[in-house]
Structures are given as C-alpha cells and as structure tokens.
C-alpha cells in the first residue's frame, strides 16, 4: 500500500474508533505494512505514528484499565482544530499577516504557513471581510518581482526552516560582502530573521566560531547535514535572543570597543528619523535642533547612516568620525565638479 | 470500489496535507467548484482531481463499502457523501502555528499576543512547547507603527468601516488628513502599506503605515472593492520618467544588489562595482541611497538627479568646515 493512503487509512481507523485500538488489531487490519511479529513491523508503525504527528494527527497509546482496553487512539478533542474565539479584529490581524507574509514568497515555512491559511477559515465562524482583505492582499502582489530570483531565495530559505526546527547543522558557501570572498563554513542555524525586506540566518558560526548573521541573498549554496535527520546536532547557546540579535542597528555590531558618538540634526526629528536611531539612543532637543547620541561598535556605520541623511545632519563626535565625514563627502564633491 | 495507486511523482506529505483540508472544505461547502479548490491550494485543477482519484481508495479498516471516503465531481462541483470523520481539518501543526504568529507579531496591533496565544491553543497539546521554541527561531520584523494605531486600522478592515487618517506625505514634506476605506494591508520592500479608497482623490492608494500620524475609526461604513477593482489594483502605479542610474563601488554594490528592489545592473566591473538603473524613484531618494553608502556610490543620471545629490552633498560638506 502506498504511504500516503496508508496514513489516511491509519487515521480513519483511529478516528472513528470510539475505544483505543489495539496493536493486534492495527495488524490485522494492515496485515501487508504491520504484518509479522518482528520488530520492523513495530518500528515501521512507529514512523508512521511520528509522521501523522507532523501532519496535525497526534496519536496516542493509553494503557488500559478496567474500563477502557490498551491501545492507540486519536483524541478528537486533541485533533480537530478548534474555533480560535477571536474578535473581528485580531482575526483580521492574523489573515493580514499571514497573507502579506505569503506574498511575499520568501517567508520562513511559507509552505506551511500557505497551509495555516487554509485552515484559518475553519478557525472561525465567519471571516468575512477579513478573508476578502487577504485575498486582496495576495492580488495586490501577484506579478510583482523577479520571480526566478524569489524562487531560489525562497527554496534556500526553505532549507534552512527545516534545519532551524529540527536543529540540524548546515554546510553554507557565503558570499561576504565587505571583502567578497567566497567562504564554506558550518553553522548551527539558530534562527531566521528580517530586515528591511531582506531575510538572515543567524547562528553559531564554527569557522568564526561566534555567533554571525547570514544576508541570505549572499548564501550560495545550503547543504544540510543529512544524517540522523530527528537527532539534533546542537543547542542554542544560553542567552541568545533572536530579536535583540535582529533589532541591532548597524552601528551596533561589534567591529571595535563602544565609542559615544553625538550628531546634530536640524529642525525637530520626525517619528521616522528617531526610529531610525533605534530605541538605545539618547535625544535632547533645543533651539529647534535635536542631538542624539548613540553608542556605536562600528562607526563606518554610523557614519553611512549620517551621510543618508544628507545635509540635515552632522556627525558632532567623535572628532576622527566628524573627520571623516568631511572627507568623504569632499571627495565625493571632487569627483562631482 | 478498485483501489489506485498514486501517482509516483507526487509528494506525499503535502499531498496529505491539502487532502486533510480539502475533504473537511467541501463537506462545508458543497459543490465547490474544482477551480476554487485549486486556487485555494495552489495546485492545478488537475492535480485537485488526481487528489480526489487519490481519496476514492482511502478508508477504514474493514474496507467495506461503507467504508471508504466517498468525494464526486458533478459538473466540475465536489460533492461529499461520505467523509469518514475528516469533517473538520487537524490542529495547526507546530510550524504552522509558528509562521503565523511570526508574521501577527511582525505586524502588530493590539491583539498581538492574544493570537498568538489562541494559535498556541490550537496546537496538539504536546506540541505546544515545541510551538514556542520554533516561534523564538523566526523574527519577521518589527512592527511599522503603534499597536494602537494597527489595532484601530485592523478593525476598521474587519468592520469594514471608514478611516481617518493624518498621513504625512514625504515628497511634499506636508501632512494632510484623509478618509480612507481601507481594503487590505501590504509588505513591499520592507514597508507596510494600508492599501485603500482614498475619498478625497477619489482612486485607490497605498499609505505608508510608519507615516500615518494618527487615525480614527469612522462609523461610517463602505461598500467592499469590487473583484474588478482588486484585480486591477496595484500597490504602485507602473513607474514613470526615466529611470535613475547610479554607480555602485564594490563593496555598494555587494551591499545593494542584496537588498530587495528593482535592480537592472547596466555594467559590471572586475572589482565587482556596478553601475545601475532603478525604475520609479524619486531625485532625493536616489541621493540619499548614495550617501547611505558613505562615498562608495554616486548618482549618475538622468540630470536632475544628479544635480539633487550634487546639491545635497555641497550642502552636507558645508557642515563640515
């Protein structure tokens, strides 16, 4: 019998039963999968049991008492997806992000989420225009991009969801940008993050040994320890935050000792330029010009970050910083003229 | 009823994840069209019939008439008559759940935790931890503006009622108050936009979230976007004036040609710098993606964009005495 028919025998059988079903019985209904007595019937059973789990099927065994046999069942209490109880809005808030995360192709399990979405309608009585809105979304989004390009980032993205969940260490070739060399490095993928519209891979770097972030547009190639595939080959170092990992400005990453770095920008800084500088830096505000102050580990950064911002700011400190700005932007001049 | 094979070519395990949904959705909805299931589950028609071909061999043990799932099509429509206890679909798997909740906590709003907490309970019980540890494995962003804010835009959506919003527009430095029927919210190149009928002007826009001041719920209510108007609905409108064309140092160019976005690289160099072209963008936003990699790119053209950023870096070095 093929596998997958299999399965779904299994799991009708252990849905309609109303009392557990024994292991005598299973076999003899499957005698050609369980058959005999042998120890590979038992283990193959095992793996199906462990594969209808990852489906959503979870299958139990119950010792049984003087009421009840001992066998396996399935807990439709356990099984079937309940109604999510949420209000109108918080509803729309989980077909909005679902939706927008699924057009954007490249999204961690975006297979699996394409399959949460589907059930989301069976999770509440009436989705209404929260289900038109997602739809929406997706269609706003159809024929957007280079698609062959997606593809490929979202398959390698795919690659490493699966390693990030089951813990398996990877074989990345990396394209580095400051230096652009081409390394091969193993890494223990602790998570995947993003920003500004792009995805990272963050983990424990035994090349570096430290832990790095991965622009997963610069993986080249993911290879994925194939042995022992439910076995993990790592733990996640204590105190490692994803999110503290992910909400790091650019000028956070330890390149050199921290240093205190003041700019200036003139007129009040809108919402945007004050999230810019993230939630670790110190504003004043007077005389219609704001200082900020931020420490920085990698200064070219900030001093990128300052430059974006055209003449509406300056670097303040520190005075080899203030130097170098004027220097870039001198050269630029040159070149310009 | 004969049993069949599966087709050798197909993968089972999502094969049996869409049959788990597509059995318990046409019990709902009977005599859904063929087409509809497979938009729903991405697949071709064809591949939504052989699935049903499929689900006529599978049943339970005894195999007796009775037994097996009974799925037909009349007229491209998907009946049941027998659905042997698939009637509604399994929990969300861990990695299900996990995606969701990512992608609720990457966009905010008021119920935030409180989905992720219903998607928790709507995990097998023994897998709920598992749940958790993969949830701390995915950050999807951080959200594009106050909860409260999202919380009021997402239940305007939902209720479909008017919004009223104060939006500061970027190109002309100016804010302005609109009344927006909003119809969904999208993610491109890193923003979030509320996408939606603006009354004033009269045509669907899209409204950066992280510029949207602040915004109220009206009690007015609106009619739903017609499917024609979703079907011609665009985030942006097709890119106009020539394209900007920027020169990208190596390492820019290493840094840029990562990043999401619409690049058509013109030139290549052997150091790996590039020059560029970018449809669709404004004069100050093609200077400050220079600046912002500190010297090592400038902007080449069309004049006016090159005499924005000539101007912008004159000004900045003026700073610097």
Known sequence: MQKAERLLDLAALLLRASEPVSWREIQEQFPDDYGGSGEAAIRKFERDKAELLELGIPVRWVGGDEDLSAGYLVDKEDFYLPDLKLAPEDLALLYLAGSAALAQRAFPYARDLAHAMNKLSFAARAPGASE????????????????????????????????????????????????????????????????????????????RQDIRSFHLARIVSVEVNPASPRTPDFTVRKGFSLADLATRESWEFGVHAPVRCRVRLDGPASPEERDAFGPRAVWKEADGRAVVEVEAQNQEALLRHVLSLGDRAEILAPRPLREKARKVLAALARRLS | MTRKAAPPKADARDRLRRVLFLVPYAVRHPGVPVRDLARRCGVSEKQILEDLDFLLGVGCPPFAPDDFLDLYVEGDRVHVALHQSFSRPPRFTESEAAALAAAARALGGEGRERVVRALREAVP???????????????????????????????????????????????????????????????????????????????????????????????????????????????????????????????????????????????????????????????????????????????LGPPSARRHFGDAVRRALARYP
Request: hydrophobic share 40%; with cysteine; proline share 5%.
């Open chain 2, 125 to 299: 019980k023994d897998r709920r931890a598992i749940f958790e540890e993969l949830l701390a494995c995915i950050f999807a962003g951080s959200p594009p503006a106050k909860d409260s804010l999202i919380g009021r835009i997402e239940q305007a959506i939902a209720e479909r009622r008017a919004l009223r919003i104060r939006y500061f527009t970027a190109t002309r430095g100016e804010e302005s108050v609109r009344v927006v029927h909003p119809y969904t919210l999208a993610q491109r190149l890193g923003h979030w936009y509320l996408w939606g009928h603006d009354e004033g002007r009269g045509k669907a826009l899209p409204f950066r979230l992280d510029r949207i001041r602040e915004c109220a719920v009206d009690d007015k209510r609106f009619e739903p976007p017609t499917d024609a108007e979703l079907t011609r609905g665009r985030l942006f409108s097709e890119a106009s004036g020539p394209p900007v064309k920027l020169r990208l140092g190596p390492l820019a160019a290493a840094w840029a040609l990562a990043r999401p976005g619409q690049w058509r690289v013109l030139k290549r160099d052997r150091k790996g710098g590039a020059v560029v072209e970018v449809p669709g963008v404004s004069d100050e936003w093609a200077t400050r993606f220079a600046l912002s990699f500190g010297g090592d790119a400038e902007v």
């Open chain 1, 132 to 207: 038109v809105a997602a739809v929406a979304a997706l269609q706003l989004s159809a024929d957007d991009a280079d698609e062959d390009a997606r593809a490929e980032s979202s398959s390698r993205l795919e690659a490493l969801s699966a390693a990030v969940a089951a813990k398996k260490r990877v074989h990345i070739v990396y394209l580095g940008a400051e230096r652009r060399v081409r390394t091969e490095r193993d890494v223990d993928p602790y998570g995947l993050y993003q920003r500004g519209g792009a995805w990272f891979l963050a983990g424990f770097c035994r090349l």
